[in-house]
């Protein structure tokens, strides 16, 4: 792996693994401060804050795929390109922890919840958690996600990528009996506040209690 990426936290012997994945333009030092608020709360995970691969093409950050002249239409290849090195990358670090996909907590806001709803809907057994900020899929789901619980928090005035996407993929994933929930929050646009990371934090508490 030759991605840049910063190592939030990393106990001696960790027992979750939490992968931050930031939004176009953005960079793992960027999205890293959201890692502290889940490295406070959850002392035994490593936390990492990833880089995309690419330079990103609205001249600054990075990127996991260009949205220049992107479509409805082809959205979903972009992604489709790109996907191998997405799996490639959480698959290093469950190697380099010794922890398993049950384990793994995948963290997006934008472009990374795209990512990584795209990621577990690719690649089964791909991960146990996701929590996807402000993000969507490319296009929704035909098929039950099994074994993923997955998180969504979204501000309704999101004038970057809809509410609506968050409101059709729970109901998506709610009618092919997946594990959702969706968290509205509405005063916020396209961001994480303190409130979205609290229920996040709540959300996941609750998950792995009960691993």
């Not at 093409?57 to 990127?63: L, Y």
């Not at 260009?66 to 290849?77: A, D, P």
């Not at 092919?176 to 509405?186: E, H, I, K, P, R």
């Amino acid at each position: 792996m030759n991605q840049k990426h910063i190592v939030v936290q990393q106990p001696a012997q960790p027992e979750q693994l939490i992968l931050l994945f930031h939004g176009v333009g953005d960079s793992a030092a960027g999205m890293a401060p959201v890692g502290s608020h889940f490295a406070q709360a959850f002392p035994q995970a490593l936390v990492v804050s990833i880089d995309g691969p690419f330079t990103s093409s609205m001249g600054n950050g990075r990127q996991w795929f260009s949205v220049q002249g992107i479509t409805e239409q082809g959205r979903q290849g972009r992604i489709d390109e790109v996907m191998p090195e997405f799996i490639a990358t959480v698959r290093h670090w469950q190697q380099q922890s010794g922890l398993s996909a049950a384990q793994t907590t995948l963290v997006g806001f934008s472009q990374g919840t795209i990512m990584s709803l795209e990621g577990v809907k690719a690649q089964p057994q791909l991960a146990g958690q996701v929590v996807g900020f402000s993000g969507r899929f490319a296009t929704l789901p035909q098929q039950p996600i099994a074994d993923v619980i997955i998180h969504l928090i979204h501000g309704e005035q999101d004038g970057v990528i809809s509410v609506e996407q968050a409101k059709a993929a729970a109901n998506s994933l709610t009618a092919l009996g997946c594990s959702v929930t969706l968290d509205l929050d509405a005063n916020t646009g396209h961001g994480i506040n303190q409130p979205m990371l609290a229920r996040a934090i709540t959300h996941l508490h609750h998950d792995l209690a009960g691993n």
